[in-house]
């Protein structure tokens, strides 16, 4: 494991929104959603693709406050453009478990 110091760790903007929209990612190789995610005044929405079909269903998502690295270059994912890596944890299974605050928080807020 390669050691780093807060100030690397710092410059990687982590920020809290809240999903507002989610559908399937049409064209993906691997199941996936399209989300758009509010991450407050001062970011915007921004657009994300994840791989999260298997532990989580479209509507249940709406509302969700999730974590995401917001200062990372845009990535094409198949004809989407993925503006936001949301951010989770592998299951057993490999699949993807989202991360977020366990209390509503104002979206925006940095990890820290």
Request: charged share 20%; proline share 7%; glycine share 10%.
């Amino acid at each position: 494991m390669t050691m780093i110091t807060y100030d690397e760790f710092a410059q990687v903007d982590i920020r809290v929104g809240t999903i507002l929209e989610a559908v399937p990612l049409e064209g993906a190789r691997k199941p996936a959603y399209r989300l758009l995610i509010d991450f407050g005044p001062d970011i915007g929405q921004r657009k994300s693709s994840a791989q999260i079909t298997i532990h989580y269903r479209a509507e249940e998502l709406i509302g969700r406050q999730v974590a995401g690295v917001v200062n990372f270059p845009p990535r094409q994912i198949g004809k989407f453009m993925s503006e936001v890596l949301t951010l989770g944890f592998p299951a057993a299974d490999g699949s993807v478990v989202l991360i977020g605050p366990d209390k509503k928080i104002p979206n925006g807020g940095k990890l820290f």
